[in-house]
């Protein structure tokens, strides 16, 4: 199952794939909880943002404290470079609080395009480690 989940790597690096999967099993086996929330987490981004837009997000219209401490914490990720798993795990805190907190859908079209580019920018991150959507986690 979690083979499945790396499998866009399979097709471009056999062995990267591999140490991807053993990677996820370890985080998962040695951070069960913070593990299930991550994969909500990525597999709640997905589904927003069900078509993906690109852009640069206009930080003048991120208002909530949540989601402007989710944006800081996204923006610490090098995401140049080939990231872990548990490098995920603050910016999925920082979502989970996001989403207590912000409407993405919001009534204003700017700040709701501008939520779903964000969205879009997590969701590739999270999608540089695995589909997680992919992941079978035993009580979600």
């Known amino acids: 199952v979690l083979f499945r989940s790396v499998m866009g790597y399979a097709l471009k690096d ?7 999967a053993k990677d996820i099993d370890s985080i998962r086996q040695s951070h069960d909880t913070a593990f299930k929330k991550m994969v909500e987490t990525a597999v709640r981004v997905k589904r927003l943002v069900k078509n993906p837009i690109q ?34 795990f603050p910016l999925s805190e920082d979502m989970e609080s996001y989403f207590e907190h912000v409407f993405v859908m919001s009534d204003d079209e700017k700040e709701k395009k501008n939520r779903l580019l964000f969205l879009s920018k997590v969701n590739e991150v999270f999608f540089a480690i695995a589909d997680f959507e992919k992941i079978v986690i035993q009580g979600i």
Do not use: R
């Not at 062995?15 to 991807?20: D, E, P, V």
């Not at 909530?64 to 995920?88: I, M, N, P």
């Open 14 to 20: 056999f062995n990267k794939a591999i140490l991807m």
């Open 55 to 88: 852009g640069d997000v206009e930080l003048s219209l991120l208002k909530e404290v949540s989601e402007k401490k989710a944006w800081e914490t996204y923006s610490k990720l090098d995401v140049g470079k080939t990231l872990e798993t548990s490098d995920l």
